[in-house]
């Protein structure tokens, strides 16, 4: 393979090559003279956007040992086949490298048996219907606990559900309702499990919510959540090995292949390893740790000391990408910290960081030093100037301008805000997805101009380069449809075609690149992934129409048809 892949390089850089042709010479009189080098797979008769530095296309392509063996037209690569050659005729289907998820909570699309699946509730009747019918499977005293949801901005009603309410569905066992972040809901008998009652008081940094005649609702804030979700049962180890599996298979459907955990817990961790250990796996992931700061320098040093592991750490499979830390809240839940206050605040409210400027240079400086890699979630152009400053005073205490430290989100990133990040190496992966169901919350929230200027990916790109840049879904807090964030990406639209900032709109490649060859970049994977070209990994997608040519309000609608991750097809329509 190290022989292909040289010429292969050596050959896109000379002008001359052919829009098509680009097969390594020497490659098919190889092939004739042993099956053993022949390729086990072969795709022909496609239209394949390779993604490659030149964008160039091409109709088949070969795969031997996980890699690409070579790229180019139908007679070359039908050549190169053996008798033990698996070949798939695409008839002219588009085909794109593995799509990667730079910022998705994927266990989550492994749930579905597990938790209540709260995402389609539109009313609160619908998510009382939910419960009850989950409820209906378990038996009285079993834990039910439902999927992340957003009840302002998924409800009718734009509240949370109260404990009376969720009461009245599942008298007969504790619920516990997890949100997006920052919030909780927990029924009666959840509650009294998680030994929090009436008098019970509220803690630092959060509150249990009470009625006007101080009974308790049921809402939990902040780190109140953490008094009940204390109490609720951890899945067995099966349990999380099998949420994984499923995950990674409904990853696949969509023609991913490569996601970054954005926040994995240390069983997460493990469940992974177990999974890659066993050969299962068929995802390729970037984890980005992430232990909860405690309240000493030392004890965050001894958990990032860890064992010794830094980011980098891991194979093609899984990977330890870097650590993430926690900075602000959302745009979508009117906690983003921002410059200016609040367009309805009365209190010149800002927004919510979750610890001190100080204290997150800190937790910055400790990981820096220790060859660990940062992410920091962060929302608000207020966060933004504050991450900043702590990723500018870890570089001066040692660089990290070749490390590509990440703002995460960074939805409300202004252009001299972009400079900055730019001297410092950073990468920013972003959400368009975002701006879908939830735009009209964040135009509430924050005003129309901050709505359109949320998200400003043709920005980005002028300003950081496409390449330190790449786009995710933050699912499950958004849909994992990759092409429902390409056509926002492109259209800036919400489900209603309301527009939201259509000068930072930008072309069907570079939200594709997104995708693949730019966000290959985040795990400094670009020389195996991204892309289809001789000696990279065979990841792609064969899809159900092209991206490039299909009528653009089609374009969230396409799916993929076939799914290959190490040349292994894993998903088929
Ligand atoms: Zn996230």
Redesign the pocket.
């Known amino acids: 393979m190290a022989v292909y892949r040289t010429k292969a390089k050596a050959m896109q850089r000379s002008s001359l090559t052919l829009a098509m042709a680009f097969l390594v010479s020497g490659a098919m009189a190889q092939a004739q003279q042993a099956d053993l080098n022949a390729p086990v797979l072969v795709l022909l008769n496609g239209k394949i956007l390779t993604m490659d530095g030149q964008s160039r296309i091409a109709e088949a392509v070969a795969i031997r040992d996980g890699r690409f063996l070579a790229v180019g037209d139908n007679t070359t690569i039908r050549s190169l086949a053996a008798s033990g050659t698996r070949t798939i005729d695409l008839g002219g289907k588009t085909v794109v490298p593995g799509l990667i998820d730079t ?1 998705a ?1 994927f266990k989550a699309a492994g749930m579905s048996d597990y938790v209540v699946n709260m995402s389609r509730a539109r009313t609160v009747a619908d998510a009382l219907e939910a419960i009850k019918q989950f409820a209906a499977k378990k038996k009285p005293g079993e834990w039910i606990i439902g999927s992340a949801w957003h009840p302002p901005s998924q409800l009718a009603e734009k509240r949370y559900l109260t404990r009376q309410e969720i009461d009245s569905v599942a008298p007969n066992n504790p619920v516990y309702l997890r949100t997006v972040g920052h919030f909780s809901m927990a029924n009666t008998l959840a509650l009294a499990r998680a030994g929090v009652e009436k008098g019970t008081p509220d803690p630092g940094g959060g509150h249990f919510e009470r009625d006007a005649s101080g009974e308790l609702t049921g809402v939990l804030v902040e780190t109140a959540i953490d008094h009940v979700e204390k109490a609720v049962p951890e899945w067995t180890a099966a349990d999380e090995s099998r949420q994984f599996t499923i995950a990674q298979g409904v990853l696949n459907s969509y023609g991913i292949t490569s996601v970054v955990e ?2 994995t817990a240390a069983r997460d961790i493990a469940t992974l390893q177990r999974i890659a250990a066993s050969g299962q796996s068929t995802l390729r992931v970037g984890l980005m740790f992430r232990p909860e700061p405690p309240a000493e320098n030392s004890a965050w040093e001894a958990i990032i000391r860890g064992n010794g592991t830094s980011s980098g750490f891991g194979d093609d499979w899984l990977k330890l990408a870097g650590i993430k830390i926690f900075y602000d809240g959302g745009m979508t839940l009117r906690t983003a910290l921002m410059r200016d206050a609040y367009p309805d605040s009365h209190d010149d409210y800002h927004g919510i960081a979750q610890q001190s400027p100080e204290r997150l240079k800190e937790l910055v400086s400790i990981c820096n030093r220790l060859d660990w890699r940062v992410g920091v ?1 962060v929302v608000g152009d207020r966060g933004i100037d504050q991450v900043l400053d702590a990723f500018e005073a870890a570089d001066r205490e040692k660089s990290i301008r070749d490390r590509r430290f990440i703002l995460i989100h960074a939805s409300l990133i202004l252009p001299e805000q972009m400079e900055r990040a730019k001297r410092l190496g950073l990468r920013v992966d972003f959400q368009n997805v975002f701006m879908w169901d939830k735009a009209a919350t964040v135009e509430r929230f924050l005003g129309k101009a901050v709505a359109d200027r949320a998200v400003p990916t043709r920005t980005l790109i002028e300003k950081l380069g496409i390449d330190s840049l790449g786009a995710g879904s ?1 699912f499950p ?1 958004n849909p994992i449809n990759p092409f429902l964030d390409i056509y926002i990406m492109v259209t800036r639209k919400d489900p209603n075609d309301h527009v939201y900032g259509a000068t930072e709109a930008i072309s069907r490649e570079q939200a594709l690149r997104l995708y693949t060859s730019a966000a290959s970049h985040y795990m400094f994977d670009e020389d195996k992934k991204g892309s289809i070209e001789p000696g990279k990994l065979a990841d792609l997608a064969v899809l159900s129409a092209d991206p490039m040519t299909v009528p653009e309000n089609q374009i969230k609608d396409i799916k993929a048809d076939l799914t290959v991750v190490g040349g292994k097809v894993v998903f088929q329509r």
Do not use: L
Request: cysteine-free; overall charge negative.
């Open positions: 910022h909570h954005g926040a979630h933050d807090v």
